[in-house]
């Protein structure tokens, strides 16, 4: 982790509200096989209460939070905790903790 000060001025705009996407991930019994995924939208909450309702329906399932945000190219998301695993190992590897979400 690395940490620096910051100058909030240069933000040009913030979300308030945001809505979640949840992608659960399950592996398939042959380890060849891509996992399957399935997702949620979470709306009118927050990140706690997300990371709860995602630790607790998970099971044995890989996760992924993310905060839904727009812009003028469209909707884009931004992973708040988890792993997608059919992400590239480069990120994988450059953030080993988010496979333990």
Avoid: I, Q
């Avoid at 996992?35 to 399932?61: I, M, Q, Y």
Wanted: aromatic share 10%.
């Amino acid at each position: 982790m690395r940490v620096r000060r910051v100058d909030p001025r240069d933000v040009r705009w913030e979300l308030d509200n945001p809505d979640y996407r949840v992608y659960f991930w399950t592996r398939p019994a042959h380890s060849n096989a891509e996992p399957s995924c399935t997702e949620f939208e979470l709306t009118e909450t927050d990140v706690p209460a997300v990371l709860d309702w995602a630790k607790r329906t998970a099971g044995n399932r890989t996760f992924a939070v993310y905060a839904v945000c727009g812009s003028v190219d469209g909707k884009g998301l931004v992973r708040l905790a988890g792993h997608d695993p059919l992400a590239p190992a480069s990120v994988a590897a450059e953030y080993p903790a988010a496979r333990r979400a």
